[in-house]
């Protein structure tokens, strides 16, 4: 970790409309939270859909992207990651702050409102608010190390995220059913479903399999990124 360039990232991330966005969007969930208390319906049934499509399913992906191409794309496109490159600072560690600070956000921004949204709704029975907050954490670091990824191999990250948010994960992996094994989303149910009561939760991804798919994905992603940092060069980035 370098302070220099947390501070960096950080100053970057909740600067300019970025921070507006991504204070919109958990407000968004907890405004829909607390006007879906007056609903008849079945409490149970409510949260896991709120919970588990909008946070988990919408809200993650998002902020993940957000917050992932931002902690690094933004420097690349307007040519200020010279500054960083110039430096005598590993790549990797470039690469690993930006991705800590981008983790410990998205995980701010997202798990927090999730916690708030299911005691709303749900109140602590069968731990459905801390069983999808839990989700919301491991999703929030794969998404936020996949999307930074993204930002440092291509000047179209957000589009790309974007295809892969709606396309991979909303429509094919919620629909195609062998997908799912690689949704993570799915993986973020899988691990909520450990933690909230028998039943409460349904996954259709085995904790097994999730479990060392959010770390591989999360690992790769970094080195990748790490690698793929390596290889630029002070004249290329001007």
């Known amino acids: 970790m370098n302070t220099t360039v947390a501070r960096l990232t950080v100053r970057g991330l909740l600067g300019r409309r970025r921070g507006v966005l991504l204070l919109v969007v958990p407000a968004l969930l907890l405004l829909i939270s607390v006007i879906s208390t007056g609903s008849s319906g079945d409490k149970h049934d409510l949260t896991v859909k709120i ?15 957000v917050v992932g191409t931002g902690a690094i794309a933004t420097e690349i496109d307007d040519g200020s990651i010279v500054y960083l490159l110039a430096k005598p600072l590993p790549r990797w560690k470039i690469v690993t702050t930006k991705l800590a600070v981008a983790i410990g956000t998205t995980w701010v921004i997202a798990g927090i409102p999730t916690f708030v949204a299911g005691l709303i709704l749900y109140g602590t029975k069968d731990n459905l608010a801390l069983a999808y907050t839990v989700g919301t954490l491991v999703a929030g670091a794969v998404y936020s190390a996949l999307f930074l990824l993204l930002g440092v191999v291509t000047r179209h990250a957000v589009v790309a995220g974007l295809a892969y948010a709606l396309v991979w994960e909303s429509l094919i992996g919620n629909f195609v059913e062998g997908a799912r094994t690689l949704s993570v989303q799915q ?45 630029f060069t002070l004249a290329a980035d001007e």
């Open 187 to 231: 993986w973020g149910l899988s691990v909520a479903r450990t933690v909230a009561a028998d039943g409460a939760i349904d996954a259709d991804v085995a904790l097994a399999a999730a479990v060392p798919l959010l770390v591989v994905v999360t690992v790769a992603a970094t080195v990748l990124a790490s690698v793929k940092l390596a290889g």
């Open 51 to 65: 919970l588990g499509q909008l946070s988990l399913g919408t809200l993650v992906p998002i902020l993940g992207l």
